[in-house]
Each structure stands twice: as C-alpha cells, then as structure tokens.
C-alpha cells in the first residue's frame, strides 16, 4: 500500500503593526550611557539630547526606534 503525503504550504506576509502603537524612539549617550525617555516620535529624545549635552558637555548620542511587524497569511494556503 502506497502512502502520499501533502504539504500545504502558506504564503506569509510580514506588515507594520499599527493598531497598538507606532514606533517607539529612545536616545542614549555614547559617553555616559544615561537614556531619554521613550517617546512615539524623536521630538522629547531630540531634546533630552541637547538638554543633557548643554548640562554635561557629552556630544554623541546614538537613537534605538523600536518598530512592531505582524505575520500573517497572504492569498491563502499554496499547493
Ligand atoms: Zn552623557
């Protein structure tokens, strides 16, 4: 007796999550390692930059934006 398999294999499609929350933007200082709040765009981090370089005199700072994907099938499963 012959055995046949199938396999279905899906198509996914990786988009923006945007229901919950946009992007979400953190500066931190490259001399001292001290953070800005984290904010939905760079405008408060922006200014935390120049407030702390105005207030310690460190000038470089580096910007982490966290931004949320949601997998989903696209055109239904595929033979
Ligand atoms: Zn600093």
């Not at 979400?24 to 981090?45: E, F, L």
Request: hydrophobic share 35%; with cysteine; aromatic share 8%.
């Amino acid at each position: 007796m012959a055995t046949t398999e199938t396999w279905h294999v899906a198509n996914w499609g990786l988009d923006v999550e945007s229901s919950d929350s946009g992007s979400i933007y953190k500066h931190q200082c490259m001399t001292c390692g001290q953070k800005s709040s984290p904010a939905v765009t760079a405008d408060g981090p922006d200014a935390w930059c120049l407030r702390h370089a105005e207030q310690t005199g460190h000038t470089d700072f580096r910007c982490a934006v966290t931004t949320f994907f949601r997998a989903s099938l696209v055109g239904g499963a595929r033979r």
